[in-house]
T-cell receptor, first 113, second 113 residues
Framework: EAEVAQSPRYKITEKSQAVAFWCDPI?????LYWYRQILGQGPELLVQ????????DSQLPKDRFSAERLKGVDSTLKIQPAELGDSAMYLC???????????FGSGTRLTVV | AQSVTQLGSHVSVSEGALVLLRCNYS??????LFWYVQYPNQGLQLLLK??????LVKGINGFEAEFKKSETSFHLTKPSAHMSDAAEYFC???????????FGDGTTLTVKP
């Protein structure tokens, strides 16, 4: 069964450092999402891509977060500088179309110390 | 805009008992509705979805949900709980003209032997 690949699985970083997460969606899925999930809450959308274009980044803290999907395949989410409040699970998901459910990766658990 | 309310952040049932997890939504247009399951330190896995057609939808692991437009509800049920069903469950709504899904805050299901 096809999977969404994410790395790393766990990341510990110091406050004010830069950190990056990588996601490779299911082949052929044009839509890619980055969600942030704080412990005890549901996932919240950070950014949505359609191919290489950003469709929705209204909830992305653009002063410190950036995301790219240069060739419309894999994607990178970066935080610089990291803050204590960024500690969360970062989830990548892809979908074949607007009606399809998401396939999620296993996520990256970020701890900022 | 859309939103999701999951009633009850924790539900506990005995093994073999009925599982009922409640979800109410608000949406400005006919929605697509989803249930996901999340095990500790994992991504979310799609259980079932409603897009159009039959309002009673069946998913994996014996779960089903019924879309009730008049009640704006999409409750998840399973006739007989198994120990392996213990996990966190998320309801999500997506507008039919957008790809972004909005998630509830989740319900943790505990299954007692």
């Amino acid at each position: 069964e096809a999977e969404v690949a994410q790395s790393p699985r766990y990341k510990i970083t110091e406050k004010s450092q830069a950190v990056a997460f990588w996601c490779d969606p299911i082949s052929g899925h044009a839509t890619l999402y980055w969600y942030r999930q704080i412990l005890g809450q549901g996932p919240e959308l950070l950014v949505q891509f359609q191919d290489e274009s950003v469709v929705d980044d209204s909830q992305l803290p653009k002063d410190r977060f950036s995301a790219e999907r240069l060739k419309g395949v894999d994607s990178t989410l970066k935080i610089q500088p990291a803050e204590l409040g960024d500690s969360a699970m970062y989830l990548c998901a892809s979908s074949p179309d607007i009606a399809g459910g998401y396939t999620f990766g296993s996520g990256t658990r970020l701890t900022v110390v | 805009a859309q939103s999701v309310t999951q009633l009850g952040s924790h539900v506990s049932v005995s093994e073999g008992a009925l599982v009922l997890l409640r979800c109410n939504y608000s949406s400005s247009v006919p929605p697509y509705l989803f249930w996901y399951v999340q095990y500790p330190n994992q991504g979310l896995q799609l259980l079932l979805k409603y897009t159009t057609g039959a309002t009673l939808v069946k998913g994996i692991n014996g779960f089903e949900a019924e879309f009730k437009k008049s009640e704006t509800s999409f409750h998840l049920t399973k006739p007989s709980a198994h120990m392996s069903d213990a996990a966190e469950y998320f309801c999500a709504v997506r507008l039919t003209n957008a790809g972004k899904s909005t998630f509830g805050d989740g319900t943790t299901l505990t299954v007692k032997p």
